[in-house]
């Protein structure tokens, strides 16, 4: 008799936690915009992110320069303005962070929104699509900075990984060999793209303001992620 009552009741809380279970709250997967100037260092920011995570890095001007080396419809239309340093019309820009949005990657583990919004009406295109962030990051650094980071990088054309003459040397000669400058890394248009930066970044921020965190990021890049590791745990327990 007792081995019955054992059974009933080990059967009765199998189904109470399988109840539980299926009621309990999903965890939230982070959702995060990443924002700062160009040479902020957003992008060994979300290098480690991602490393954390695993959630998918979605980097606006990779994708965009992707489009314009592989000649697509969209990477013409796009080239002219990322030439002359000039923010890519908002529409373009949309309909590439859309895409990537919908994948199984970004559904399952989260995403990451790197050079996404930078206007006002981007942020209200998320909206719509209702790409809303548990978590918006603003990585603060100087100009001045900013500038030296910028122009010093160089890019491995083949895995597309950034180095810096300075700060983060290619490991061998073989890399270094093959290194290329970036056509928006100059002085002359990052001077534009930070003046574009100032300008619009009130008013983003402004859309997220109960989300932004900012962080220093003129720091060594672990001591800053110490920072930005512990605003995405926080977001993730609201």
């Known amino acids: 008799m007792s081995?019955?009552?054992?059974?009933?009741?080990?059967?009765?809380?199998?189904?109470?936690?399988?109840?539980?279970?299926?009621?309990?709250?999903?965890?939230?997967?982070?959702?995060?915009?990443?924002?700062?100037?160009?040479?902020?260092g957003k992008g060994t920011q979300c290098e480690l992110l991602v490393k954390k995570y695993g959630i998918k890095h979605i980097s606006t001007g990779d994708a965009l320069r992707h489009?314009?080396?592989?000649?697509?419809?969209?990477?013409?239309?796009?080239?002219?303005?990322?030439?002359?340093?000039?923010?890519?019309?908002?529409?373009?820009?949309?309909?590439?962070?859309?895409?990537?949005?919908?994948?199984k990657e970004a559904k399952k583990n989260g995403w990451l929104l790197d050079g996404m919004p930078r206007t006002k009406k981007?942020?209200?295109?998320?909206d719509e699509m209702n790409l809303i962030p548990n978590l918006f990051l603003l990585l603060e650094v100087p100009d001045q900075i900013m500038m030296e980071?910028?122009?010093?990088?160089?890019q491995d054309p083949v895995t597309r990984?950034?180095?810096?003459?300075?700060?983060?040397?290619?490991?061998?000669?073989?890399?270094?060999?093959?290194?290329i400058i970036?056509?928006?890394?100059?002085v002359e248009k990052m001077t534009n793209r930070i003046t574009q930066y100032h300008k619009n970044i009130s008013a983003v921020s402004g859309s997220y303001?109960?989300?932004?965190?900012?962080?220093?990021?003129?720091?060594k890049p672990d001591d800053v992620f110490k920072d930005v590791f512990n605003a995405v745990e926080t977001s993730m327990k609201k």
């Open 3 to 40: 081995l019955k009552v054992v059974g009933a009741a080990t059967l009765a809380g199998a189904t109470a936690y399988g109840v539980y279970a299926m009621t309990r709250p999903k965890k939230e997967v982070p959702k995060i915009i990443i924002s700062g100037g160009p040479g902020s």
């Open 67 to 103: 489009h314009v080396k592989t000649g697509t419809d969209l990477g013409k239309e796009a080239k002219a303005y990322m030439e002359r340093g000039d923010l890519v019309p908002d529409e373009l820009v949309i309909g590439i962070c859309k895409a990537e949005m919908e994948t």
């Open 122 to 126: 981007q942020c209200e295109a998320l």
């Open 149 to 154: 980071r910028a122009c010093g990088r160089r």
């Open 161 to 179: 990984k950034i180095y810096h003459i300075k700060y983060k040397p290619a490991p061998n000669e073989e890399i270094a060999k093959r290194l």
């Open 182 to 186: 970036r056509s928006d890394d100059t």
């Open 209 to 219: 303001e109960d989300k932004m965190v900012k962080i220093d990021g003129n720091r």
